[in-house]
């Protein structure tokens, strides 16, 4: 069963099953931290609204206009956190081919997205935003390298792959204008382009166990935009977006079989 298992696992990522027989795999426990450093959950966007009666009856006749700005996956969500797990087959003393299950994710995050500007009062009303949760899992596959063959052992590793990321929804509020707009589509779920590179050590503390700990560089492509809500507010191109930059520290837990 061992071997039919590796076997499969090796012709999805085009793996020489030889060297695998050869050598043996590894299986690896992963948990950390991902901060994102680049990327927006939405871009900016002016839309005037001729009547706010549609949002509020008690203010029919009544315009505004929204002035949103760009809000950061920092901003938003804050740092996620990391679990997965790995396994790794050896192609001589210092390479090994590895695949890769990673699931991320962090609550829902709050924050005020911009202003709604009211000629009639002159003035500028906040407006909040709340995002559902960000929940998303990685399939990846790449190659790393060891420097050295001893006890500790530091490495650099290069991936790529696909994330899938749920879909998610947003809830924009005007309190001073008592609107609010509740669970807007704003991403539907589907599947990105993944990949970065990893700079690692890894310590033996036995004969088929060790510890590492890694910090690495991570891009994420666009997610699937849903504009069936936001286009009537003339908001369709804030939510263009959804690719992001990320650096995950990671903790590793390797056991070789």
């Known amino acids: 069963m061992k ?19 050869q050598s043996g795999p590894t299986f690896s426990l992963i948990g950390g931290t991902d901060t ?3 990327g927006d959950v939405h871009k900016g966007a002016i839309a005037p609204i001729a ?12 315009s505004a206009e929204l002035r949103i700005g760009a809000r950061s996956y920092d901003k938003i969500y804050g740092k996620a956190t990391n679990f997965g797990v790995e396994m790794g087959w050896p192609m001589g003393d210092n390479y090994e081919a590895f695949g890769q299950l990673m699931y991320t994710r962090s609550g829902a995050g709050s924050t005020q997205v911009g202003g709604a500007f009211v000629p009639a009062l002159n003035t500028t009303l906040p407006v ?18 060891y420097f050295g063959t001893g006890g500790v052992r530091p490495y650099v590793a290069g991936r790529l792959g696909a994330t899938h990321v749920n879909s998610i929804k947003a809830t924009f509020t005007i309190p001073d204008a008592n609107i609010a707009l509740n669970d807007v589509p704003f991403f539907d779920s589907g599947w990105q382009l993944s990949g970065g590179a990893d700079l690692g050590m890894l310590w033996s503390v036995s004969e088929k166990t060790s510890l590492g700990l890694e910090v690495g560089v991570r891009y994420h492509g ?6 069936s809500a936001l286009a009537g507010l003339g908001l369709a191109s ?20």
């Open 238 to 257: 804030i939510n263009n977006t959804g690719k992001r930059t990320s650096y995950p520290v990671n903790l590793r837990l390797q056991m070789r079989f």
């Open 128 to 145: 909040y935003g709340r995002f559902g949760s960000y929940k998303a899992l990685s399939l990846e596959g790449g190659y790393r390298y």
């Open 3 to 21: 071997r039919l298992s590796v076997a499969l696992f090796a012709a999805v990522l085009g793996l020489p099953v030889t060297a695998m027989a």
């Open 36 to 38: 994102s450093v680049s």
């Open 51 to 62: 009547d706010l009666g549609p949002l509020n009856p008690a203010l029919a006749g009544v």
């Open 222 to 227: 666009n997610l699937s935009d849903n504009d």
